[in-house]
């Protein structure tokens, strides 16, 4: 799906790469960043870290995708799809603006009709978020995979073109 003609794709890549696995979408953002854009789509690839609220900037976008670790209990490696309907926030009092997750800037962003048309979110399930740089070895190795899906999420020709010897990831 191409963003719409008042925007452009938005990833973002969400996480605290301190803690190993937390950090999957900072890790897949900078790898993006390495890629060209896929052909004829306006794509913006940012590095957004441990501040969801980044995605508040990104209103205007046609599209906005967001590559974070999520923690379902299932199989680490797991990577999952979801729109942010799928998922529920959770009733907790904050003590800080800074308190504010990801959900929580999506619903805000839908409140003052500054959402993107659609928006995706790709959950990976972590296997350690111990202290550490470094993802865990089966993380590493879903990479290619995850930045397949992010690139098929913004142009189905583009993935395509990989899967016929394209640009190795």
Do not use: C
Not at 23 to 40: I, K
Not at 111 to 125: A, C, H, L, Q, T
Not at 137 to 151: C, D, G, R
Not at 155 to 167: D, F, I, R, V
């Amino acid at each position: 799906m191409r963003a719409n003609a008042s925007g452009k794709i938005v990833v973002v890549g969400v996480g605290n790469e301190l803690l190993k696995d937390e950090g999957v979408g900072v890790h897949v953002a900078r790898a993006l960043q390495e890629l060209s854009p896929p052909g004829g789509v306006e794509m913006e690839v940012i590095d957004g870290g441990t501040l969801p609220d980044v995605i508040l900037s990104f209103g205007d976008a046609g599209k906005l995708i967001i590559v974070d670790a999520v923690k379902t209990g299932a199989v680490p490696g797991s990577v999952y799809r979801f729109r942010s309907g799928d998922l529920t926030l959770e009733n907790k009092a904050l003590t800080s603006i800074h308190e504010v997750s990801l959900l929580e800037n999506l619903w805000l962003m839908e409140k003052f009709s500054r959402s993107p048309e659609d928006v995706v979110i790709i959950g990976i399930e972590p296997e350690d978020m111990s202290w550490g740089l470094e993802l865990s070895a089966k993380l590493q190795q879903k990479i290619p995979h995850i930045i397949k899906l992010v690139l098929e999420e913004a142009s189905s020709e583009y993935a395509y073109k990989l899967e016929k010897g394209g640009q190795e990831l």
